[in-house]
């Protein structure tokens, strides 16, 4: 069993930052691929980014790339995503999601444990 909370969310001004943090519990953290996905208004929720179990690998989606950086802190038990540059079309809620597997997946299925959300606006 793996609990995720967010925290991070606000809103702030095109081109400002956030930094989300999703905190987990439970005792296969580590060995789980996590993942940030996102969902704006009438759209569906999508993929952000994603890393394996080490941290040693990293994936986004193209629209976020070169703005965004997932990380983890195994020993804390962490992944935090860092946005930066941020745009309007940014504007979702942002959800954490743990993997069942240890690489990194794009694919929602592949995520059986989610948090509950944090609502990231960004305003022109």
């Known amino acids: 069993q793996v609990q995720l909370v967010e925290s991070g969310g606000g809103l702030v001004q095109a081109g400002g930052s956030l930094s989300l943090s999703c905190a987990a519990s439970?005792?296969?953290?580590?060995?789980?691929?996590m993942g940030w996905f996102r969902q704006a208004p009438g759209k569906e929720r999508s993929f952000v980014a994603g890393?394996?179990?080490?941290?040693?690998?990293?994936y986004y989606t193209e629209s976020v790339k070169g703005r965004f950086t997932i990380s983890r802190d195994n020993a804390k038990n962490t992944v935090n995503l860092q946005m930066n540059s941020l745009k309007p079309e940014d504007t979702a809620i942002y959800y954490c999601?743990?993997?069942?597997?240890?690489?990194?997946?794009?694919?929602?299925?592949?995520?059986?444990?989610w948090g509950q959300g944090t609502q990231v606006t960004v305003s022109s």
């Open positions: 999601a743990a993997a069942w597997g240890a690489s990194y997946t794009v694919y929602s299925g592949d995520f059986d444990y």
């Open positions: 439970g005792r296969t953290f580590s060995s789980r691929a």
């Open positions: 890393i394996n179990w080490s941290g040693a690998s990293t």
